[in-house]
């Protein structure tokens, strides 16, 4: 029995010294992580289940909410000719702003704190102040352009040289300001788009509300535009 334990250590010290193990770290190298167990070797790991808090599904119930009121807006007025998305932000401040015509941010403490007869009216006139937004751009009315040309002297063709190529095409593309024509509007709404609360109201009677919702939650309104580091933020122009 002695014999055979002075073999084995005889050959990890002859390993050691040839330098196959190092006698400092071969024992951890062995040996698994305190706390870890190694599952057998072929054998699959089961991927941790996602743990649902209170708060989260209640967060996940208020975006659907805020999804589902834009979304029957949007069905009643086609003729607003924008389709934008609408999301929820976390957090407990009131807070409602619109991205151009594609988006409209709803922060969480906003839509829990509302109805849904006061969350549809915010919806609204947010609705309705992205489409006159997008009506002052188109109508060159607005100072700001995100489509600001650049002073660059470039013509259609190549000059004497032939043809433009795809450098100089791309550069002309790029100095010459888009044509944004505004939203398709229905002419009937078209008269409303200077006043964005009476363009709200005609937005909630097609859907079938009560327009009253725009003046009872103007308070409310008027706390939810406040500027905030994430409104300045998500609606920044990109130059």
Request: one cysteine or more; charged letters at 25%; glycine letters at 8%.
């Amino acid at each position: 029995m002695k014999k055979h334990i002075f073999l084995v250590l005889a050959a990890t010290s002859s390993l050691a010294i040839s330098g196959c193990l190092n006698p400092l770290t071969t024992s951890a190298m062995l040996q698994p992580p305190n706390g870890i167990v190694q599952p057998p070797p072929g054998q699959l790991v089961a991927p941790r289940e996602r743990v649902v808090t209170k708060e989260s599904k209640e967060a996940g119930q208020q975006a659907l909410r805020v999804a589902r009121l834009g979304r029957e807006l949007l069905e009643k007025n086609s003729g607003l000719g924008i389709k934008p998305i609408f999301q929820l932000l976390g957090g407990s401040s009131s807070e409602i702003f619109h991205r151009e015509t594609y988006q409209i941010y709803v922060s969480e403490g906003l839509a829990a704190r509302s109805t849904d007869a006061q969350l549809s009216a915010l919806l609204a006139e947010e609705l309705a102040l992205a489409v006159v937004e997008a009506k002052q751009t188109s109508t060159g009315r607005t100072t700001s352009s995100r489509w600001t040309p650049i002073d660059l002297p470039i013509e259609r063709g190549g000059g004497s040289f032939g043809p433009a190529d795809g450098v100089r095409m791309a550069e002309l593309a790029r100095s010459t300001p888009r044509r944004d024509t505004g939203p398709t509007m229905d002419p009937s709404l078209m008269r409303l788009s200077e006043n964005p609360l009476d363009l709200a109201r005609e937005i909630l009677r097609r859907s079938g509300q009560d327009p009253v919702e725009i003046e009872a939650c103007r308070a409310l309104s008027l706390e939810a535009h406040e500027d905030s580091p994430r409104r300045k933020q998500l609606t920044a122009r990109r130059s």
